[in-house]
């Protein structure tokens, strides 16, 4: 064991002494820091892109229909168009906005015109307005009353709630749920990939430069492949506490130093944006700040983030051993192609059926998937928001430790051996005469 941990200590020092490593435990923390404020910033910053909009609406059918907002501003004019482009070059106005006298009753086109990229949330305020108006004048053409038809539409709030065995409810949500299971994992797709790869090019290295020849002199190759696996293994998990650390740090810092009054006015101005770009959202008040505490008080993070930290240490170390193998059985990494794939398909395979187990998270495929080590690590991670009974927790979390010994025992009978092999094509057939050596 103390060579283990000796090699375990080389391991992990020599690779978070690495300029790799330090510069991306920084920069990914301000990537995903910024993720978060940059929206802030720029949803404060609205009002300076203030736009101020001629209207030449030919049909008469719009006008006054347009509501001033901070960083809308609509002039109706009656000049010719072409003059009042020339006034939209010179600055005078920043956008044009116009209506043609249709060929038939009813005005469906209109056209924008800017020196400068028209934003997105402007051209769609001004088509939902024409939109709305157009509807309401052929209603009242038709002997319909607008307001009947917008009384008749109801929103229904469905409210799910889930039984526990104790038969107490406690609120669900779906959409929450599902994009924390896959973004979950699809973060330990990556981090198992990303990690078990840098042990396979770590032993192609050493078998390369023969280093391994003096390693294996004292040490046993079982031994110093645990050790590097077990080594990365640390690695791998400094940097994402680093990560988590470090963002929900930078974040703090901006919160502390940004000025309060900002953020409330940042997220009004973005609110009020996206209810007048999107009508369905007019209901939007107060319900929906306590709807996203609802949601935050739904969500397990104790279970989620320690299932999280045991699913990415445990598919790690399953996979890496695998990885490890490959690495001593070729020469270069452009050989470790053919391996690849038979090791990494029911990976990719459990990440692609990830998509259709969040409908069906309680259902026969979910649960065995979830039990077989080769695919738990990615699968069980989308079943565990939407609530997993204990013992199947258990039960996969002990199966995913027998996968790992077991994966370790069988790359252990190759790695011995493929270790000092050198200039030799390895096929499958050879690599069974390893294992039974």
């Given at each position: 064991?103390?060579?283990?941990?000796?090699?375990?200590?080389?391991?992990?020092?020599?690779?978070?002494?690495?300029?790799?490593?330090?510069v991306?435990?920084?920069?990914?923390?301000?990537?995903?820091?910024?993720?978060?404020?940059?929206?802030?910033?720029l949803?404060?910053?609205?009002?300076?892109?203030?736009?101020?909009?001629?209207?030449?609406?030919?049909?008469?059918?719009?006008?006054?229909?347009?509501?001033?907002?901070?960083?809308?501003?609509?002039?109706?004019?009656?000049?010719?168009?072409?003059?009042v482009?020339?006034?939209?070059?010179?600055?005078?106005?920043?956008?044009?906005?116009?209506?043609?006298?249709?060929?038939?009753?009813?005005?469906?086109?209109?056209?924008?015109?800017?020196?400068?990229?028209?934003?997105?949330?402007?051209?769609?305020?001004?088509?939902?307005?024409m939109?709305?108006?157009?509807?309401?004048?052929?209603?009242?053409a038709?002997?319909?009353?607008p307001n009947?038809?917008?009384?008749?539409?109801?929103?229904?709030?469905?409210?799910?709630?889930?039984?526990?065995?104790?038969?107490?409810?406690?609120?669900?949500?779906?959409?929450?749920?599902?994009?924390?299971?896959?973004?979950?994992?699809?973060?330990?797709?990556?981090?198992?990939?990303?990690f078990?790869?840098?042990?396979?090019?770590?032993?192609?290295?050493?078998k390369?430069?023969?280093?391994?020849?003096?390693?294996?002199?004292?040490?046993?190759?079982?031994?110093?492949?645990?050790?590097?696996?077990?080594?990365?293994?640390?690695?791998?998990?400094?940097?994402?506490?680093?990560?988590?650390?470090?963002?929900?740090?930078?974040?703090?810092?901006?919160?502390?130093?940004?000025?309060?009054?900002?953020?409330?006015?940042?997220?009004?101005?973005?609110?009020?944006?996206?209810?007048?770009?999107?009508?369905v959202?007019?209901?939007?008040?107060?319900?929906?700040?306590?709807?996203?505490?609802?949601?935050?008080?739904?969500?397990?993070?104790?279970?989620?983030?320690?299932?999280?930290?045991?699913?990415?240490?445990?598919?790690?170390?399953?996979?890496?051993?695998?990885?490890?193998?490959?690495?001593?059985?070729?020469?270069?990494?452009?050989?470790?192609?053919?391996?690849?794939?038979?090791?990494?398909?029911?990976?990719?395979?459990?990440?692609?059926?990830?998509?259709?187990?969040?409908?069906?998270?309680?259902?026969?495929?979910?649960?065995?998937?979830?039990?077989?080590?080769?695919?738990?690590?990615?699968?069980?991670?989308?079943?565990?928001?939407f609530?997993?009974?204990?013992?199947?927790?258990?039960?996969?979390?002990s199966?995913?430790i027998?996968?790992?010994?077991?994966?370790?025992?069988?790359?252990?009978?190759?790695?011995?051996?493929?270790?000092?092999?050198?200039?030799?094509?390895?096929?499958?057939?050879?690599?069974?005469?390893?294992?039974?050596?």
């Amino acid at each position: 064991m103390n060579k283990i941990g000796l090699i375990l200590q080389r391991e992990y020092l020599t690779r978070v002494k690495k300029t790799s490593f330090i510069v991306m435990t920084f920069l990914g923390p301000i990537l995903m820091a910024a993720l978060m404020i940059v929206p802030i910033i720029l949803a404060s910053l609205d009002n300076v892109g203030k736009k101020n909009i001629a209207v030449i609406d030919e049909t008469n059918w719009f006008l006054g229909r347009f509501e001033n907002a901070d960083n809308m501003q609509f002039h109706y004019v009656f000049e010719s168009v072409d003059s009042v482009k020339s006034q939209v070059l010179n600055g005078k106005y920043d956008l044009l906005l116009y209506v043609p006298q249709p060929t038939l009753n009813v005005p469906v086109n209109a056209e924008i015109y800017s020196n400068r990229q028209i934003p997105m949330t402007t051209a769609s305020y001004i088509s939902n307005t024409m939109s709305k108006e157009v509807e309401t004048k052929k209603l009242l053409a038709s002997g319909i009353d607008p307001n009947i038809i917008k009384s008749a539409k109801t929103a229904i709030n469905l409210v799910t709630f889930r039984l526990d065995e104790d038969g107490a409810s406690k609120k669900s949500f779906t959409a929450v749920n599902v994009a924390l299971g896959l973004v979950s994992s699809i973060l330990i797709y990556f981090f198992i990939f990303i990690f078990g790869s840098q042990v396979m090019r770590g032993v192609i290295e050493e078998k390369t430069s023969r280093i391994v020849e003096v390693i294996v002199s004292s040490v046993r190759p079982f031994e110093l492949m645990l050790g590097k696996i077990t080594g990365i293994a640390l690695v791998g998990l400094t940097q994402f506490l680093l990560w988590v650390i470090l963002t929900a740090g930078i974040y703090g810092l901006f919160t502390l130093f940004y000025n309060p009054a900002q953020i409330p006015e940042a997220q009004m101005n973005a609110g009020a944006m996206m209810q007048q770009t999107n009508p369905v959202m007019d209901g939007m008040n107060q319900e929906a700040v306590l709807k996203v505490f609802e949601v935050v008080e739904a969500i397990n993070f104790k279970v989620i983030i320690l299932s999280f930290l045991f699913y990415f240490i445990g598919g790690y170390l399953l996979y890496a051993a695998l990885f490890a193998a490959i690495g001593s059985a070729v020469d270069s990494e452009a050989d470790t192609q053919q391996f690849m794939l038979p090791v990494s398909l029911p990976l990719i395979l459990g990440l692609v059926i990830s998509n259709f187990i969040v409908n069906n998270p309680d259902g026969a495929l979910a649960f065995w998937l979830s039990i077989i080590p080769f695919t738990s690590p990615v699968v069980m991670m989308v079943r565990i928001p939407f609530g997993v009974p204990y013992d199947e927790l258990i039960l996969s979390m002990s199966l995913l430790i027998v996968g790992f010994l077991f994966t370790t025992w069988f790359a252990g009978k190759i790695y011995r051996t493929g270790i000092l092999m050198y200039g030799k094509k390895v096929t499958y057939r050879e690599l069974w005469k390893w294992m039974k050596y």
